[in-house]
């Protein structure tokens, strides 16, 4: 099931002997478009302090508690590498931080996530600041969507698979073109991304979107939900197999070619 990221700020997150603070961000890699961190205020425990915990810590999740249990200790997060969450974190950043807790780099590997971390003497090819991805969730909300004919919108949010910790979609609130209603979009569809500029351009028109049934927040999007929807925007579903998506995209040639 997929999950919203505003939902997620402010959950609690529970070392194995106590609170260490609440989610204040998230950070995703917009290569994979994966979670690799929550960005936690540590509060009044450790003041002026935000920390980078891996969702590989995160054992468990409560979402009706609103509260991640984590398999590591305050005295380890509190001697974790410092990392100032306001500014962009390099690689380097990233590698204390893994290295620390004994984690993989996940960019080293084909994988989502890397088996094995790497050995120590590749660690300064791996840390050039040029190969880092990641990117703020609470930085992209806002970002304007555009269509291949005119623009949908706004990001207001992004859902997470609750498993995988994939971005799953990007929430767009259509109110400029279509009142009161908010449609999904997924990064597969994403043509290209101008950072500096803010915005998203998709490979969709605004009829197709339109056509699509409307997203709820109020509901949670199931997988009966998203294969509708997939579907009736002409698109293999993120869960099928790359074989599978190649026979449906075969077929959807073969009709639009007849």
């Known amino acids: 099931m997929v999950r919203s990221v505003r939902n997620l700020q402010k959950f609690e997150i529970a070392a194995t002997d106590g609170p260490i603070g609440s989610v204040a961000d998230v950070l995703y890699d917009d290569d994979r478009w994966m979670v690799r961190y929550l960005v936690v205020d540590t509060g009044n425990w450790l003041p002026g302090r935000r920390v980078l915990i891996s969702p590989l810590s995160v054992v468990q999740t409560e979402w009706d508690a609103q509260r991640l249990l984590l398999s590591i200790s305050r005295d380890q997060v509190e001697h974790s590498p410092h990392v100032d969450t306001l500014k962009p974190v390099s690689r380097q950043h990233e590698v204390d931080a893994l290295n620390y807790y004994g984690y993989p780099h996940y960019w080293v590997s084909p994988e989502v996530w890397a088996p094995a971390a790497i050995p120590e003497a590749d660690s300064a090819e791996a840390a050039k600041p040029a190969d880092a991805h990641l990117r703020s969730a609470a930085e992209v909300f806002g970002y304007a969507i555009r269509a291949t004919d005119g623009d949908l919108g706004h990001v207001d949010d992004l859902l997470i698979e609750d498993v995988s910790w994939a971005v799953r979609y990007l929430v767009v609130d259509t109110s400029n073109w279509w009142f009161g209603r908010h449609v ?54 993120y869960w099928l197999t790359e074989t599978q998506a190649r026979r449906i995209k075969r077929a959807q040639e073969h009709l639009r070619d007849r």
């Not at 597969?188 to 056509?211: C, Q, S, Y």
């Not at 509901?219 to 698109?235: C, F, S, T, V």
Request: charged content about 35%; proline content about 9%; aromatic content about 12%.
């Open 184 to 237: 999904l979009i997924a990064p597969e569809w994403i043509t290209d991304i101008n950072w500096p500029e803010r915005h998203v351009a998709v490979d969709l028109t605004r009829d197709a979107v339109k056509e699509a049934p409307p997203y709820d927040r109020a509901e949670h999007a199931d997988r009966q939900w998203e294969a509708a929807y997939y579907e009736r925007l002409g698109r293999p579903g």
